[in-house]
């Protein structure tokens, strides 16, 4: 990345460069079909430049992040907070790889928000906050905040694969680190941005099964599930079937006490993972019958599935 003139630019100014530098690097290896055909998936609500999901994780990982931290080094977390305005900036983008490049920033900077503990370790450890207080000014409550007043509330998240990348692999890492930081989503719930609340849910998705978080995502649902708005019904099922699968009986008299809230693609995605009879009896719970034999799967799961499997190369 050639800037001759960044010793006289200011951090608004380098930021802007950066930005520039991103899209750029991206257009030199879009396809235009592509993105005509993810347009059209999509159903025309966010523009691509037309880059798969693969070359565009080996964009970033061999191009992108290599100049990021050139460009904004972090020496002793010193530009920790440009990295997260670079990545804010490139999340306002009307254009889906864009705003995955900044998710992807956000995400491998949540390991210097908060250092991962190791579970050998039994001597006290600090909090979060604390750790961030020692180690930089930037903490995970600050990320959080800041994802929700700047991108959730200033509208720049309108599709489901933003919401779910961003909920699974930057908020859900946040709050793996941090428990104590899953109650800042409680709120979220009440948002009047759908994505805000479809977010209150997805964030537990990867972590429900571990029976954690389990009254605060009751709690969540108990308001999510009378949204009847497609996706936050979606969100809604599918925690709740990652959740069946550490308290069913809790989930089954949650399905029951709400039935009449779910949509039935809501009710299809929350019992996708009991057994058939279980799932029969929930289908007619209220005396209606319906053609239900196939179970669907999800898009936003193969989503969550590709990034596991990013992270774990």
Known sequence: MNNNNKKQQTKEEKIMTFTKYVRT???QIADKSIATQQMKYMKQVIHFHGLKAPKLNDCFKN?????LLKEFPNKDNSDLKDQMDVAFELLKSKYSEEKQVGIKILNFNVKKIIPKRRASTKKKKLNAKEEN???????????????????FKQEHVYDWATCDTLSSTVICELIKRDENLAKLLKSWKDSSNLWQQRSSCVSFVKIARHG???DLIFDICK???????RFVQLGTGWV?????????DDVVKFIKDNYSYFSREGLRYAIEKMDKKLQKELLNYNGEEGNDDEMVGSEEEELIEDVDDEEEE
């Open 240 to 248: 709740l079937r990652e959740l069946s699968l550490a308290t069913l």
């Open 223 to 229: 308001t999510t599930v009378k949204n009847s708005e």
């Open 212 to 214: 954690e978080f389990n």
């Open 25 to 27: 690097t991206l257009l």
């Open 133 to 151: 207080e020692e180690n930089n000014n930037f903490t995970a409550e600050n990320l959080i905040n800041e994802i929700e007043e700047e991108i």
């Open 63 to 67: 191009k992108i992040k290599i100049n």
